[in-house]
């Protein structure tokens, strides 16, 4: 963990907000079965869309994204959330992961192997890296995102975000347990195991 | 004089000094009329979003852009507001406001009966003479007409009523409550707090006193933890209006309420000196009423409070109601309030916690305590609010590189744990920090916009810079890895403590309220929210202003019944 890692922990930490009570910063999900208002995927986007989406949390021993319906909501969040800059981005995103397909591997993401798919989404992460945030680092009234950010990094975003605010994500990959009813200041992560969900 | 009345006390606004007002009132056997400019709300049943599960809330909680940015520009800056709490605040759009775009105010507002109560931070700190006493010592605003003996069996009353939970500490710069069990710090606040104070010798690191329940009070449960008190909760386990004070007032049958009512202005007769009636519009309806009563609670917050006063002109009062001073809306302050410093550890690995708490720490004001001390440049002091809290996905995902099963392994547990503090700094009473309605615009009852001139100034900056300072520096004696000053903090309004505006003194040349709320020159009307204030001080000011509106009840009853008021 360098500093400059840290620093964007930091950034990330400031960017939820900090008043008397950082606590209530709540996070936040919905529905697997969430529509989006206007269906706004095609049949090959919506498969392209579940298998990046999987790609980026796999099934193992607790349920992939596919399971826990992020795909659904990366759809409605891309219909109904972002705007028309970001849904540019968005598509253009996964057109030019087919490109990438196609020149290297003759052929369309879809159509690719796990390993040709995977080569294509390191390539969009990396010039995902690249990126320089315009907004700046540390700004605790940041509550916007920034909405020039890359395909890949968008993508990312909204699985995690569909991931874990899922009902699957909350009680499988998370704990949830809504009514503690006790407050144990120190408490071991192995007696839980999981993240809470809240 | 008239003899026959509507109610005998009047009480606008339902917040946390209005439902003070009212039950107190009502108590006394007076009969009440809160008058609540927002919505109606019922306690319990309309908290449709308590617990309500991640997966149900819109856009996986992230902000609804288009409308924020249409009718919730100033409220979506608020750490409480969100599509969860949405519902309880105010329309932007609806109801305008005025400053200049460089010198921007957050008038953050309920629009719901309980007002602010619903969604408040729930911090409770006792002033002490310290405070009281700042103003007289060192030549800034005019001095408290009261003392902290004046007040102390107030807090108590107050206290055991709201159920505050703390540690006591037995501090002079700040009194101890009467305290529920202290909540716990977390493995890492206890480590630190014991190397800032290892390091410092005179600070101390406490655990926030706030006004949850930890113990069950009356009919009140005691706080379930699960960390979404902004919503509402059912079980009334931290103190609202609609949990605590407005049950214990309509338990008497002596009060009324009514939402949707807006208060334009109070009428003064000029013959006894008295208020006549308060000028009410129904906020649905547009219908205008008169309603009379014996006396007048102004508990309409702040700036709600000296707005209805600045838009109460008479032949006697040219310049708003009680102002023959000139000062009312002139002195107003809030705190500075923002993140000092952050600091971020790896040495707790294995470190968790169960429960949600909804409270953090506190470290109390260290400076200037005994005179000016030699090494600041500011006069005052400030405190830090703080917490510290295990990096858990939402941080940790932004920041770990790849996908798939590594990146998914990744987040299963928190590495890293964070701790902040964040500065509440107290601010000078400036007579130029001011509100005044504006001479054109109004909204859409007709009555005139607040025009907010309010900015921050050299020993508020000076104060916030220290304190930055200081913060990083005892992150950095507390070993946290890696320590980032922060410092700088949204505009006036941010921290939602506005006060001052009709300040308290002894002298009615230069000041609006004598030593018990009540206007010097009008002997039925008394305004004891914030705007009462002549300094801030640096603690959360809630608690004192629920103390001052018990104390300032009891003296009108008394007044009331010895034919005084």
Redesign the interface.
């Known amino acids: 963990m360098n500093r400059r890692e840290i620093l964007k922990i930091a950034a990330a930490i400031m960017g939820a907000g900090l008043s008397g009570s950082l606590s209530q910063n709540v996070l936040a999900g919905l529905s697997p079965t969430a529509k989006p208002s206007r269906a706004i995927f095609n049949a090959n986007s919506s498969k392209t869309v579940a298998v990046l989406a999987e790609m980026i949390i796999p099934k193992t021993d607790t349920p992939g994204a596919i399971e826990a319906g992020a795909p659904a909501f990366i759809e409605m969040m891309v219909a109904d959330w972002f705007n028309d800059d970001e849904r540019k981005i968005f598509f253009a995103g996964m057109a030019s992961l087919d490109d990438f397909c196609k020149e290297q591997f003759k052929k369309s993401f879809l159509a690719c192997d796990e390993e040709q798919r995977t080569a294509a989404l390191k390539d969009s992460e990396k010039s995902a890296l690249s990126y320089k945030s315009a907004a700046p680092a540390v700004d605790i009234s940041q509550k916007y995102v920034d909405p020039n950010t890359p395909f890949f990094t968008k993508l990312k975003e909204l699985t995690v975000l569909g991931y874990f605010t899922s009902e699957v994500g909350a009680k499988q990959a998370l704990s949830y347990n809504p009514m503690p009813m006790r407050y144990e200041g120190d408490y071991d992560f192995d007696k839980v195991g999981r993240e809470w969900s809240w | 004089m008239q003899s026959s009345f509507d109610f005998d006390a009047i009480v606008v606004g339902s917040g946390v000094t209005g439902g003070w007002a009212a039950k107190e009132l009502t108590e006394k056997g007076l009969k009440v009329l809160i008058l609540e400019r927002g919505k109606p709300l019922e306690h319990g049943k309309d908290y449709v979003t308590e ?1 309500m ?14 409308l924020y940015a249409r009718d919730y520009p100033i409220q ?5 507001f ?3 709490t949405r519902h309880f605040w105010n329309n932007d759009r609806e109801n305008p406001y005025v400053f200049d775009k460089e010198k921007p105010f957050y008038w953050l507002r309920a629009d719901v009966v309980g007002g602010k109560s619903l969604m408040w ?3 409770v700190y006792r002033w002490s003479d310290l405070d009281f006493e700042a103003n007289k010592k060192d030549g800034h605003g005019i001095d408290w007409p009261i003392r902290y003996n004046d007040i102390k069996d107030w807090y108590s009353y107050v206290e055991k009523t709201i159920g505050v939970s703390g540690q006591a500490e037995n501090l002079s710069q700040l009194p101890d409550s009467e305290f529920q069990p202290a ?5 890492v ?2 480590v630190i707090k014991q190397r800032i104070e290892a390091a410092y010798k005179e600070r101390k690191m406490t655990i ?1 006193r706030v006004a949850n329940l930890t113990e069950p009070l009356g009919d009140r449960g005691a ?8 919503r509402g909760c059912s079980v009334g386990a931290y103190f609202s209006s609609h949990s605590c004070t407005l049950p214990a007032a309509r338990k008497t049958g002596n009060l009324s309420l009514r939402a949707n009512s807006v208060v334009e202005g109070l009428d003064y007769d000029p013959a006894s000196k008295r208020i006549a009636a308060v000028r009410v519009i129904d906020s649905v309806t547009k219908e205008k009423s008169r309603i009379t009563a014996r006396m007048v609670f102004l508990c309409a917050s702040t700036v709600g409070s000296v707005q209805i006063l600045l838009n109460s002109k008479s032949e006697s009062f040219p310049n708003g109601l009680a102002n023959r001073s000139g000062t009312l809306g002139q002195y107003m302050m809030d705190h500075t ?3 000092s410093a ?1 600091g ?1 550890t ?1 040495e707790f ?12 720490i506190y470290l109390p004001r260290f400076r200037n305590l005994k005179g000016r001390d030699t090494d600041v440049d500011f006069e005052r002091g400030y405190g830090f ?1 703080g ?1 510290a ?1 295990p ?9 770990t ?5 590594a ?3 990744a ?4 590495k ?1 744990w ?1 701790m ?1 503090l ?1 500065g509440f700094g107290e601010c000078l009473p400036y007579k130029d920090n001011r509100i005044l309605l504006d001479d054109k615009l109004v909204d859409r009852y007709g009555i005139p916009q607040v025009r907010f001139e309010i900015t921050y100034r050299d020993n508020e900056l000076r104060m916030q810079a220290d304190a930055t300072k200081q913060a990083a520096e005892m992150l950095k004696a507390a070993k946290m ?2 320590v ?1 000053p ?1 410092g700088k ?2 505009p006036p309004g941010s ?1 939602i403590h506005e006060m001052g505006g009709a300040r308290m003194g002894l002298d009615p040349k230069q000041s609006v309220l004598n030593a018990h709320n009540q206007a010097h020159d009008i002997s039925n009307l008394f305004v004891t929210d914030g705007s009462c204030m002549a300094s801030s001080s640096c603690v ?1 000011p809630s608690l004192t202003f629920m103390a001052l509106t018990a104390r300032a009840a009891d003296y009108a009853v008394t007044q009331l019944r010895a034919g005084k008021v």
């Open positions: 617990h599960e991640p997966w149900k809330i819109p856009f996986g909680g992230k902000p609804n852009r288009e979506s800056n608020c750490y409480a969100d599509e969860t931070g729930r911090q909540m716990q710090m977390n493995s606040e206890k926030g706080c379930h933890y699960c960390g979404v008190c902004q309030d923002n993140i952050i971020i790896g690995p294995g470190k968790y916690y169960y429960g949600i708490r909804p409270n953090g609010q917490m809290m990096l858990e996905w939402k941080a940790s995902a932004a920041q590189p790849g996908f798939g099963v990146f998914k392994n987040l299963r547990q928190p890293l964070v902040a964040a890895g890696f980032m922060v903090g949204g921290a959360n």
